[in-house]
């Protein structure tokens, strides 16, 4: 007996573990977008290419910094010969040192390099901007799968919803008209046809399961929750959000997508380099400096030698070889002014598309709203002449099953205006924006 209990305790602790792990987490738009913003590996991976521009910047930025050496040696010497050659006949040998230190300072400073190292400087800067750029895209990227993501999971919860509604009003059909067929009322194969929209229904119903369970998956993945963490849609928030003033041109969008600003700061860049190639047809120019010091010891020893001037380096044979590197950063710059150019098309249809595409959204929320009020209106007249005889059951279902239908595409025209909306400010630059998280 105690054995039994026992059992009992463990079947009902496995039980409340199992209903802990799979309760709903409701979660907003708003905190979805933020939480994948703070965690997704895209974003962190952007945030760090940024990151390594802006060290390549500074990089840069120190060539136009003087270069300081400094050189020391000590070195112990064997026995050296050494012959001073001098007008004495009778000279004394020289006493041979043994040790040697040596020390070395040298300075230089570039004064004129045929502009190579500012233009580095701008080619660099613009890299760095364009990258920022990049990562912005990516952010809004980011953004917009969440959008997806959780107006899908919406879907799915809410077609679960009106199915289990539904599966509910069939089940009961079915128990009435057992009875109904028990007595002799209706024919069996009323009672077939009512337990076949069950059996139909069900397989809905097991279909909407697996689309939230991987819809679900797909989202936690995204937000790096963990996978046995069931998101539930806050229905009120996502319903509030507010789907006004929506882009009507493409103005904005050529003003504000980041891939096409990340486009036009390369351009930069690369008109940056071409400035660094022609650098090659100039001379350099550098301030020399320097100090030395030497000790031989018994020897000589050399103090403040210190010395200074002017370098000037020439490369005359880059005169000739230099003209490839020149055409080459004008052949790149002219790459990049083309895919500017095919990328600004590529933006006017998107931008046109997500328009007529959100057009067509509300368009079709109206008409699902008329129509069901319509199937409302045709299930309940069907039914009432069902009830009274004047209709089979074939009409029946066929009324109820378009009652359902016209409930669930209402449900979900209503988040497909949310979904076009949110990919209409995304092809138009503007989703960071409406989120108000532009940095995180």
Do not use: C
């Not at 190292?117 to 901007?129: F, G, H, R, V």
């Amino acid at each position: 007996m105690k054995i039994s209990q026992l059992m009992l305790f463990g079947v009902f602790f496995i039980g409340i573990s199992s209903i802990e792990a799979q309760e709903k987490t409701s979660l907003t738009l708003d905190e979805a977008v933020k939480m994948a913003w703070e965690k997704s590996n895209e974003v962190t991976l952007a945030n760090t290419k940024v990151n390594s521009k802006k060290y390549e910047l500074q990089t840069v930025k120190n060539n136009q910094y003087p270069d300081l050496k400094i050189q020391g040696q000590y070195q112990r010497l064997g026995k050296a010969s050494i012959d001073m050659h001098n007008d004495e006949a009778n000279a004394e040998p020289t006493a041979s040192p043994d040790r040697a230190m040596f020390g070395m300072a040298n300075l230089s400073l570039p004064i004129f390099s045929g502009f190579k190292i500012q233009s580095s400087i701008d080619a660099y800067d613009n890299l760095y901007e364009a990258e920022t750029a990049n990562a912005a895209k990516t952010k809004e990227d980011v953004a917009l799968r969440v959008i997806t993501y959780y107006t899908a999971l919406y879907k799915a919860q809410k077609t679960l919803d009106l199915l289990n509604e539904n599966q509910k009003q069939a089940k009961q059909r079915v128990t009435d008209f057992t009875e109904l067929e028990k007595n002799g009322i209706i024919p069996r194969n009323d009672l077939l046809k009512a337990q076949l929209l069950v059996s139909k229904t069900q397989l809905s119903i097991d279909e909407a399961n697996n689309n939230i369970n991987n819809i679900n998956f797909y989202l936690v993945t995204l937000l790096k929750l963990d996978p046995s963490v069931k998101i539930e849609v806050n229905e009120g928030n996502f319903f509030s959000l507010k789907t006004t003033n929506a882009p009507t041109s493409d103005a904005l969008a050529l003003e504000s997508r980041k891939d096409l600003e990340a486009i036009r700061f390369q351009q930069k860049a690369s008109e940056a380099n071409i400035r660094v190639a022609k650098a090659g047809y100039y001379p350099s120019l550098a301030l020399l400096g320097g100090y030395t010091a030497l000790d031989l010891k018994d020897f000589i020893t050399v103090k403040y030698a210190m010395n200074f001037g002017v370098g000037l380096s020439y490369d005359l044979s880059g005169i000739i070889k230099n003209n490839a590197h020149v055409r080459e950063a004008e052949s790149r710059a002219l790459e990049v002014k083309n895919t500017e150019a095919i990328m600004t098309d590529r933006i006017k249809v998107e931008v046109q598309k997500s328009i007529e595409d959100y057009d067509l959204a509300i368009n079709q929320s109206v008409v699902y709203d008329e129509a069901l009020q319509q199937a409302a209106e045709n299930y309940r007249l069907v039914k009432d002449k069902f009830d009274n005889g004047l209709s089979d059951t074939n009409d029946l279902v066929e009324a109820d099953v378009e009652h359902l239908n016209a409930k669930i595409n209402t449900a979900l025209s209503k988040a497909a205006i949310i979904q076009k909306y949110y990919e209409l400010l995304s092809v138009s630059g503007q989703l960071s924006q409406s989120f108000n998280l532009s940095k995180i």
